[in-house]
């Protein structure tokens, strides 16, 4: 990956900050890092996922990306 | 005395078929008798709040399921699917319900100890209510609580040392049929493969970055016992290159009626004196084979692996020796556009340990699908939308007439520049020399 992992997570927050929803595709972070390959971009997302930062959502047959707590579905399913 | 009353439900116990209301009523007893003193983890009345929300849906005619949700085990993307239910107050056991998906053994063998100790976990943890299996091939555990998940997981991976599967849009399970461990007509190790993709893909498995599922499964033989070629995306299927193996003895065999057609398959039956005419020959699809009362022929550049022949005479009949795959890619059911097969990409590949040809084919696939498909789009619909010439180009695959499925209709050819000999650039002086301006 050309630039570094912890500047590729602050922009992966900032796009997620930046937008009014609450979950993406996993393509929606390839055009965060026009540049770089899906593999790598997968690499920041798994960081993140890891360190507690952004959570899976599924619906059982598509998988997207959050901020953990964000928008809505935390809170019915009593998560938070 | 049932918790709700069912009507509906139990209208469906009249049929003749076994019914899963049955089952449904019968682990409910068996959780409130608890014969075997088991402090269950989530409620005892989950199996009877699931027959009654499945009443009111009936009634209502609409469901009370929410599907979906960010529960899971911390890092997975996959393998639980969250599930609740809008009508808590009125079915308390119920209100999580969430899917459980287990990895599943290659060729799916288990010893009657693991599923036991499957079902101990089970019976704790959650509904004892499982789905053997689901679509994708995974032993499904349907309803348990988000508290459970993490001890669940736990539990599978530490004692039972196995996996939660793949679901949304992760790799999904691989799934394969028991291959040579039984079957004679295996033209590859089917589970050596399916096992060996499994661990190489684990990171596609449990953490999802691609647009939509994607499954892999594989068939020992064209006979499919997994139907790869109508269920997986990337479908390997044993085939062979040279000729199909003749016992002359064994054929007259049957014709004498000294071995049952089909290994006795069809023998509840009396279908009359065998007819290697009618029931081998003629059903040929190619018309490959022919009989002239003594001796079987086969014209083997034309046959294309049907099976039937290796199937009614497996005792003289046998696949040749010269094995390997081809592999199919696309295959889908119908969500976004109608279902389709999966397309032959590979004709042949040899399938030996280490399984670095089928690697490159799939990690080139992923890299264009990855980049190209678009949100819930599967591999086949990226493939229909950019052509399939597109995917031999991704792939470096060249182009072969077992590619075509029927005679060009358009009479237009796009060349590229770099087909055409000399490209697009020309010397003009040396153009010149032949053609007057």
């Given at each position: 990956m050309a630039i570094d992992m912890s500047t590729a997570k602050q922009q992966v927050v900032d796009f997620c900050n930046s937008k009014s929803k609450t979950k993406f595709?996993?393509?929606?972070?390839?055009?965060?890092?026009?540049?770089?390959?899906?593999?790598?971009?997968?690499?920041?997302l798994t960081a993140l996922v890891q360190e507690e930062v952004l959570e899976f959502w599924s619906s059982g047959s598509t998988t997207m990306y959050g901020l953990k707590g964000a928008g809505k579905q935390a809170h019915s399913e009593g998560e938070d | 005395m049932a918790k709700h009353k069912t009507p509906l439900l139990d209208q469906?116990?009249?049929?003749?078929?076994?019914?899963?209301?049955?089952?449904?009523?019968?682990?409910?007893?068996?959780?409130?008798?608890?014969?075997?003193?088991?402090e269950y983890q989530i409620p005892v009345d989950v199996c009877d709040d699931l027959l009654g929300l499945l009443e009111m849906s009936y009634e209502d005619g609409e469901t009370h399921w929410k599907h979906g949700g960010i529960v899971g085990v911390f890092g997975y993307g996959g393998g639980v699917i969250g599930r609740y239910c809008d009508q808590p107050q009125k079915f308390p056991g119920v209100a999580h319900f969430h899917t459980v998906r287990v990895a599943q053994p290659a060729g799916k063998y288990y010893s009657t100890e693991y599923l036991r100790k499957l079902m101990d976990l089970w019976d704790f943890r959650g509904s004892g209510l499982t789905n053997m299996h689901g679509a994708t091939g995974d032993l499904v555990w349907l309803g348990t609580t988000t508290p459970q998940l993490e001890e669940i997981?736990?539990?599978?991976?530490?004692?039972?040392?196995?996996?939660?599967?793949?679901?949304?849009?992760?790799?999904?399970?691989?799934?394969?049929?028991?291959?040579?461990?039984?079957?004679?007509?295996?033209?590859?190790?089917?589970?050596?493969?399916?096992?060996?993709?499994?661990?190489?893909?684990?990171?596609?498995?449990?953490?999802?970055?691609?647009?939509?599922?994607?499954?892999?499964?594989?068939?020992?033989?064209?006979?499919?016992?997994?139907?790869?070629?109508?269920?997986s995306d990337f479908s390997v299927i044993g085939t062979w290159k040279d000729d199909i193996k003749i016992d002359h003895d064994a054929v007259m065999g049957y014709v004498k009626g000294e071995f049952a057609p089909n290994a006795g398959a069809h023998s509840g039956r009396d279908w009359?004196?065998?007819d290697i005419e009618k029931e081998v020959v003629a059903l040929c699809p190619t018309g490959c084979m022919s009989w002239d009362g003594s001796k079987l022929s086969i014209d083997n550049k034309e046959c294309y692996r049907c099976m039937h022949c290796?199937?009614?005479?497996?005792?003289?009949?046998?696949?040749?020796?010269?094995?390997?795959?081809?592999?199919?890619?696309?295959?889908?059911?119908?969500?976004?556009d109608g279902a389709q097969m999966g397309s032959l990409l590979v004709p042949f590949v040899p399938v030996e340990d280490p399984y670095d040809e089928v690697k490159e084919v799939v990690e080139n696939l992923w890299d264009w699908w990855m980049e190209e498909g678009k949100n819930r789009e599967r591999i086949g619909e990226t493939i229909r939308r950019m052509s399939f010439q597109k995917m031999l180009e991704v792939t470096g695959i060249k182009a072969d007439p077992r590619h075509v499925q029927e005679p060009?209709?358009?009479?237009?050819?796009?060349?590229?520049?770099?087909?055409v000999t000399g490209g697009w650039e020309r010397d003009i002086n040396e153009f010149r020399k032949r053609h007057q301006r």
């Open positions: 595709y996993f393509n929606d972070f390839l055009k965060v890092f026009p540049d770089e390959k899906a593999r790598d971009v997968k690499k920041v | 469906l116990e009249s049929g003749p078929w076994p019914s899963f209301v049955s089952d449904i009523k019968q682990e409910a007893e068996h959780r409130h008798a608890n014969p075997d003193g088991i997981f736990w539990t599978l991976t530490h004692d039972l040392n196995t996996d939660l599967g793949g679901s949304g849009s992760n790799l999904r399970t691989p799934a394969s049929c028991l291959g040579q461990s039984r079957c004679e007509y295996a033209c590859y190790d089917t589970q050596s493969l399916n096992y060996a993709m499994t661990l190489e893909y684990q990171d596609e498995l449990h953490r999802p970055a691609f647009p939509y599922k994607f499954k892999f499964k594989f068939d020992g033989c064209p006979n499919g016992c997994v139907a790869s070629i109508a269920r009359g004196k065998f290796i199937n009614t005479m497996p005792r003289a009949l046998h696949i040749g020796d010269e094995r390997g795959a081809s592999i199919f890619v696309g295959a889908k059911a119908p969500i976004l060009r209709t358009n009479p237009y050819i796009f060349w590229k520049e770099e087909d």
